[in-house]
């Protein structure tokens, strides 16, 4: 069965480095998304990608956080100058025409 | 603010019996409901989907939407020890691109 691949699956990084997320979304796919979620919270929208553009971002997504489509396989989410705050699991998705997008495994980001 | 709202749990039931997992939802434009599984530490697995109100059984589950009442609902029959991790509720308006997720409840299925 297709999956969404990420990459690393642990992310340790420094107060105010920049870090990058990657992600493989199923091939055939059109629609790419991030979300996020803090230990013990709950799962929020980050960014929606379509058509080689964001179609939709949440407050969350401020100046920190970009996304791209380096090539036609990767979806990358890149966060500059992290925080402690931004410690969480990413997930990146990716769907068809419908809203049944499959979820990513997920990246642990830990900001010492 | 569009909310999604679940009861955390923990909802114990003993294995084969029927559990039941609530939503509410507060925008009244979501058009898409959806019921994830997540196991600790992993990522949301999708279960199913509904749109329509009513009924949608896909195997043990079947899940209700009552769109005048803003609720959807998941129910497990023939619970199994496997069947114990958190449920997500995620709702979906075609006006915005995206999944608002409840915050969970956490089932246990006790043998």
């Known amino acids: 069965e297709p999956e969404v691949t990420q990459t690393p699956s642990h992310q340790v990084t420094q107060m105010g480095q920049e870090v990058i997320l990657r992600c493989v979304p199923i091939?055939?796919?059109?629609?790419f998304y991030w979300y996020r979620q803090i230990l013990g919270q709950k799962v929020e929208f980050l960014v929606s990608f379509y058509n080689n553009e964001i179609s939709e971002k949440s407050e969350i997504f401020d100046d920190q956080f970009s996304v791209e489509r380096p090539d036609g396989s990767n979806f990358t989410l890149k966060i500059r100058s992290t925080k402690l705050e931004d410690s969480a699991m990413y997930f990146c998705a990716s769907g068809g025409e419908g809203v049944d997008y499959t979820f990513g495994s997920g990246t642990r980001l830990t900001v010492v | 603010q569009k909310e999604v709202e679940q009861n955390s749990g923990p909802l114990s039931v003993p294995e084969g019996a029927i559990a039941s997992l609530n939503c509410t939802y507060s925008?009244?434009?979501?058009?898409?409901f959806f019921w994830y599984r997540q196991y600790s530490g992993k990522s949301p697995e999708l279960i199913m989907f509904?749109?329509?109100?009513g009924d949608k059984e896909d195997g043990r589950f079947t899940a209700q939407l009552n769109k005048a009442s803003q609720y959807v609902s998941l129910l497990i029959r023939d619970s199994q020890p496997s069947d114990s991790a958190t449920y997500l509720c995620?709702?979906?308006?075609?006006?915005?691109?995206?999944?608002?997720f409840g915050g969970g409840t956490r089932l246990m299925v006790k043998p």
């Open positions: 925008d009244r434009g979501s058009q898409s």
């Open positions: 995620a709702v979906h308006n075609n006006a915005g691109n995206m999944l608002t």
């Open positions: 091939s055939n796919h059109l629609y």
């Open positions: 509904i749109y329509s109100n």
